[in-house]
Each structure stands twice: as structure tokens, then as C-alpha cells.
């Protein structure tokens, strides 16, 4: 892009204060500040400045009054059979594949490199990356299957993922199908709708959210390549949360059967101020309403029988179709603004630390695409089976509680297998307990591998040299 280019375009979008400093820029100064702007997403930047000069547009909690508790399938005994079934031949047909968002800045972790490479497992310490790697491996061996991995990272953190799984060997995945690409970036704006500039140089830019994923998988080509690979049904998860059954062969075959083009699983709110985002019908449809835009009335609320009405809260698990993610790249989802401490430039070119919100970020959130599904599942899990995220260094939802979680599944496995599993008088674990996915990925396939007699005495991690 030459300046002449740059200039037209900005000044269409009423942006050429971004051009101010050019006469003091060095060529690679130069030259960085216009692919920082040839790379800007123009229809985006459209719509923001829209957003921004329309107050009546943005997202608020009023946007949210005429909402009902979405329904939510809760399935019993006999009836995963057939579902996993139709889930099973999926896998096994190579119809299946994963996408993990992994683009996130870990702020609340507060851990140094992509959050994916923290170490989580309790005896072993595994990433997360191995964590979630070996239950793809696991579902390959099981299933005779190539189950591809779609990996999105943001630019901050790309290169160190990469480096990582390469120096892990990929945890023994094929890295042919081990597939990363990075998520897109969106300028910070100031209240009249121009964007921040950080340096005189230099645009403030941030990753766009995990929503981010749909322009991202078609920008880089990862949904060709979906398409030639003949996937049609894609497995969606964060990579904080290392209880997620990945591909659950009854969730996808739950979504198939009920021909839905996006599915969620949804489980009960630990209290009525954790922040997950609740599943609700807007005007008929379903859809998740982030925590921060109900009301204080609507999360506090009460039905007689002492139940949060709101009661079902999104762990981001999802299963997509295809065609859904490919017509959801078309339609663009909504952006979500945040006000910010943003670092800015000043009339002399110098940059400023703001002490408080100055500017707006937006994002986009992936389960905004859910009110655009022509049929959609919501489907009820037991959160100790499957959800324990990693967010915060210390407290709740911190690798402390993740690792007990993961543990407490873990003995609930062995003792299904008739193994003792040794607790103190309080009932808490007295030893460290762990099982490689790839050596056992249920109470099943647990049992059938265990040795006759085996017997815990101390720490154990069953699958690992
Ligand atoms: P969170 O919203 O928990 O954000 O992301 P985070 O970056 O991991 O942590 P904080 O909020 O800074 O403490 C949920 C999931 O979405 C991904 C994250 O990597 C995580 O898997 N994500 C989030 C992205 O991939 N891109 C984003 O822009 C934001």
C-alpha cells in the first residue's frame, strides 16, 4: 500500500489524523504504519464508528428485559445410546474435527507466555497444550480416525505456541494435522469515533475476541482446508479448562441427531454471581447473555421453588456444522465495545499511560452466532465432570482448584474400578492422582487396562514413562 493509498482510505473512514506524524516517521516506521493499515479491517471499522456514534446500537443490559431460561436437554439413563452412537461413527468416519481458542492474554493468570503452555497436570505437569493434545490422540487410536486440531493464536502469542508443540513433538500428534493461525486484531477508539493511535507510528491494536475465530478461520484458509479434509462437524473449546471431553462422541452425536447447526453445553450457575454467560430466548430465539449485561434483578432473581430462573450458565463447549461457521463468517457477528485503559500518543508524540479508561476495545464473542442457528441444542453437563477452568493465579476457578477437580475425577475413575483411593478423615485425597488420556479416557477404559490387584499407595500417573 502506497501513502496515496493509505490517505484515500483513511479519509474515507475519517481517519487521517493516523497519517499526522508521517513527515516524522523513518522508512521502516514508515513502512510499518502502512501495513498496519492496509491490514485493518474496513467493514468492521464501519460498523464501529456506526456503533460508536448510535448509542441506542450498543449492547446494555435494557437490550436484555423481554428474556425467558432457554431449554435446556437433560439426558437420562438409557438415552446417551443412541446418541453416542451417531457420535461415534462421525468420529470414526473422519468427519470430525477441533478447534481450540487459545489467542486469549491470560491477564487474571498473570503467567508469563501463552496460557496454553502452563503447567496443570497434577503429578505430571502437563500443559494444557499436552492435556488437550493427548485426548485428541486418544480419540485417534480410539476411533481409528484423523481428528484434525485447529489451534487459533493471537500475535502475541503464535510464535511461542508453535515453538512449543515443535519442541514437544506435537505430544505425538500428526503435525499435518496440527493447524494454527492467528486471530485478528481491531484498533482501540477514542469516545468520537477516531482510532487510538500509541506511537506516531503506530496504531493500538488488540486481538478481537474469541469471536474472532470466524473471519480468522477464512482469512487464513482453515475452513478450506476443513472442507478438503471433508469435515462437516467442528468441536469447539478454550484452552483454559482442562476437564473438557473433547469431541464427546454423545454431545456431537446429540447435535446431529437434532440436525442443529450450533450446540452449547450449558450447566447449572455454582451461585448467581458466577460469571458465566446464561442461555435465554430473545424473540424466540436462543441465545447467551453475558453475565456483566443482565440486570442486577435478573441474576438475582428466584423462582418459587428457590431455583435461579437464569439457572444454566455457557462453559464455551460447542459443536458447529460447516455450513454454520462458513454463513456466520458472511454475516459478522456483533461487537461488544469495553472501555479501557488504553496507552495513546499525545499532540507531541510522546506515549501516555492512562490511569483510567480513556478509550474503547471492541470484541466479538463466539456464542453470538447462537440466535442465528436454524436449529440449536443446548445440552446439560455435571460441571465436576467437565468443567474446571483455569482464570485466576489464586481463589476460584485458579490451578489449585483445577488440579483437585481433575484429581476428584480421576479417584471417582479408580473407584469405579474397585481401586481404595486414599483420603484422610476429612475425605481429601491424601496422594496426587493422574491418568494420561491416551492410557485411559473414562471409568471404562480405565478398568479394562487396569493391572489385576493394582493397588494406590502414593502419587500416580498411569500412561507416563
Ligand atoms: P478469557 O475471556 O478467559 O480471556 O478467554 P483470557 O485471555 O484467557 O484471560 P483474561 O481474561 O485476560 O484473564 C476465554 C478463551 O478465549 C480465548 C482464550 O485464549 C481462552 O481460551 N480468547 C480470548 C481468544 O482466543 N482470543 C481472544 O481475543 C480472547
Same mark, same amino acid.
Given at each position: ?5 493509505a490517505r484515500e482510505v483513511l479519509q474515507r473512514l475519517g481517519q487521517e489524523h493516523v ?7 523513518? !522508512? ?8 498496519q493499515i492496509e491490514e485493518l479491517d474496513l467493514r468492521t471499522i464501519e460498523r464501529i464508528r456506526t456503533l460508536l456514534g448510535s448509542?441506542?446500537a450498543r #449492547? /446494555?443490559?435494557?437490550? %436484555? ?14 438415552? #446417551? $445410546? ?22 486469549? !492474554? ?5 503467567? /508469563? ?34 481428528? &484434525? ?12 505456541? $508453535? ?21 485478528g486484531t481491531l484498533p482501540a477508539f477514542w469516545?468520537d469515533g477516531r482510532m487510538v493511535?500509541?506511537?506516531? *507510528?503506530?496504531l493500538?491494536l488488540? &486481538?478481537d475476541? %474469541?469471536?474472532g475465530?470466524?473471519t ?10 476443513? #472442507? ?42 455454582? /451461585?448467581?454471581?458466577? *460469571? ?29 421453588? *428457590? ?22 463468517v458472511a454475516a459478522g457477528l456483533p461487537l461488544h465495545p ?6 495513546? @500518543? ?5 506515549? @501516555? ?7 474503547c476495545k471492541f470484541e466479538k ?5 447462537? &440466535? ?23 481463589? #476460584? ?24 483411593? &486414599? ?33 494406590? /499407595? ?8
Open positions: 500500500m502506497t501513502y496515496e493509498q497519517l499526522r506524524f508521517w513527515s516524522q516517521l523513518d !522508512q521502516g516506521g514508515r513502512a510499518g504504519l502502512l501495513k448509542p441506542a #449492547e /446494555d443490559a435494557t437490550a %436484555h428485559k423481554d428474556i425467558q431460561p432457554a431449554p435446556v436437554v437433560s439426558l437420562r439413563g438409557g438415552e #446417551e $445410546r443412541e446418541p453416542r452412537r451417531i457420535g461415534e461413527q462421525a468420529l470414526r468416519e473422519g468427519k470430525v474435527g477441533i478447534l481450540l481458542v487459545a489467542g486469549g !492474554q491470560g491477564t487474571r493468570l498473570g503467567y /508469563d507466555g501463552p496460557k496454553g503452555t502452563y503447567a496443570l497436570g497434577p503429578v505430571s505437569g502437563a500443559s494444557l497444550f499436552e492435556i488437550h493434545a493427548r485426548k485428541i490422540l486418544a480419540l485417534e487410536k480410539a476411533y481409528s480416525a484423523k481428528v &484434525p486440531f485447529y489451534i487459533m493464536t493471537s500475535e502475541g502469542n503464535d510464535a511461542d505456541t $508453535r515453538r512449543f508443540f515443535q519442541s514437544c513433538g506435537y505430544f505425538g500428534l500428526d503435525p499435518e494435522r496440527v493447524k494454527f493461525f492467528v486471530q469516545p493511535l500509541e506511537s506516531p *507510528g503506530r493500538f488488540a &486481538p475476541g %474469541h469471536g475465530i470466524l480468522a478461520l477464512d482469512r487464513t484458509g482453515m475452513l478450506a482446508d476443513m #472442507e478438503r479434509r471433508g469435515l462437516t462437524t467442528l468441536f469447539y473449546f478454550q484452552v483454559d479448562n482442562p476437564m473438557v471431553e473433547i469431541a464427546d462422541p454423545v454431545f456431537i452425536g446429540c447435535h446431529l441427531k437434532h440436525g442443529a447447526e450450533m450446540s452449547l453445553k450449558v450447566c447449572a450457575k455454582r /451461585d448467581p454471581a458466577e *460469571g458465566l454467560g446464561v442461555v435465554v430466548l430473545r424473540e424466540g430465539r436462543q441465545a447467551v447473555v453475558e453475565y456483566t449485561e443482565l440486570t442486577d434483578a435478573q441474576k438475582q432473581a428466584r423462582r418459587p421453588d *428457590g431455583e435461579l430462573p437464569f439457572k444454566f450458565g455457557s462453559v464455551a463447549i460447542h459443536v458447529f456444522s460447516l455450513a454454520f461457521l462458513r454463513q456466520e469495553a472501555h479501557k485503559k488504553v496507552p495513546y @500518543c499525545d499532540e507531541s508524540g510522546t506515549t @501516555c499511560k492512562p490511569d483510567k479508561s480513556n478509550a464473542f463466539i456464542f453470538d452466532a447462537l &440466535p442465528d442457528a436454524s436449529a440449536a441444542l443446548l445440552l446439560e453437563f455435571a460441571r465436576e465432570e467437565e468443567f474446571a477452568p483455569v482464570k485466576n493465579a489464586e481463589g #476460584e476457578d485458579s490451578p489449585a482448584t483445577s488440579r483437585m477437580a481433575m484429581m476428584e475425577k480421576f479417584a471417582r475413575w479408580f473407584a469405579a474400578a474397585g481401586v481404595r483411593v &486414599p483420603r484422610d478423615d476429612a475425605g481429601r485425597l491424601t496422594c496426587r492422582i493422574e491418568v494420561d488420556p491416551v492410557y485411559a479416557h473414562s471409568a471404562e477404559t480405565l478398568q479394562a487396562r487396569l493391572p489385576a490387584g493394582f493397588r494406590i /499407595d502414593g502419587d500416580v500417573l498411569l500412561g507416563k514413562a
